[in-house]
């Protein structure tokens, strides 16, 4: 648990130290700050060259406070918050494996839920309410063939990567649309879905633009 602890630390720590360290009043000044595709910029170039030779940095913060002034277990204001540090290799680009790619990603848990803390709900009125905790997340390397039609993903790997997700579930603040409901209730731990990524694989095809059949196994217990 320590050495995940350090690893994931770092990850933040290098992903927001390099995003610091290149942000300055030129490059402010070129690209208005919120018409920029990400916060921090271009970082003077440097975040190019790295897309460029097949390396992507990711740092991604959601901060919540939610109160329940009536009804419930309690009445309660809390404040919790998710920290994604993510690190994604094209492994083309990188060492000419063609069509291979290594990502992961980890979590920094922070605060505590509403929903457990105060109302004793069933599907929790966040979306990011887990218990506070930093852990690895996703870590898997994928490999396309067929000239990309299809692909083999093997890993830690979380349901809700690519399966058990809604693409309207981004615009509600609340759980109901994502893994952690009815299904999560069931499974032991919550099964393989937020916070939590496990051993599996996943294989998808793509016959036509039009059709893709996708199949996995997962290790229900995380």
């Known amino acids: ?29 070129q690209e208005d700050f919120f018409e920029r595709d990400k916060l921090t910029g271009d970082w003077g170039g440097l975040r190019k060259q790295l897309e460029d030779a ?28 998710l920290l994604d540090a993510s690190l994604n290799l094209d ?5 000419a494996w063609r069509g291979a ?37 996703d870590m898997w390397l994928q490999q396309e063939f067929l000239n990309q039609q299809a692909s083999i993903r093997i890993g830690q790997i979380a349901i809700d990567d690519e399966f058990y997700i809604s693409q309207y579930s981004a615009g509600f603040v609340n759980s109901t649309f994502g893994c952690p409901d009815i299904l999560s209730t069931d499974l032991p731990s919550g099964g393989p879905c937020y916070p939590f990524a496990v051993p599996g694989a996943r294989l998808r095809a793509a016959p036509t633009s039009d059709l893709t059949l996708s199949g996995a196994v997962f290790n229900g217990n995380p």
């Open 54 to 81: 097949g390396i992507t940095l990711g740092i991604t913060d959601v901060s919540e406070t939610l109160s329940n002034p009536t009804g419930g277990i309690r009445q309660l204001s809390i404040y919790q918050g």
């Open 91 to 95: 492994l083309d680009k990188l060492l």
């Open 101 to 137: 790619t290594f990502y992961t990603d980890g979590y920094w848990i922070s605060g505590e839920g509403l929903s457990r803390n105060a109302i004793g709900n069933l599907l929790a009125v966040s979306s990011i309410e887990a218990l506070a905790s930093t852990r690895l997340h």
């Open 1 to 29: 648990m320590t050495l995940l602890r350090a690893f994931i630390t770092g990850l933040i720590l290098v992903t927001s130290v390099i995003s610091l360290a290149f942000v300055n009043n030129r490059v402010a000044a």
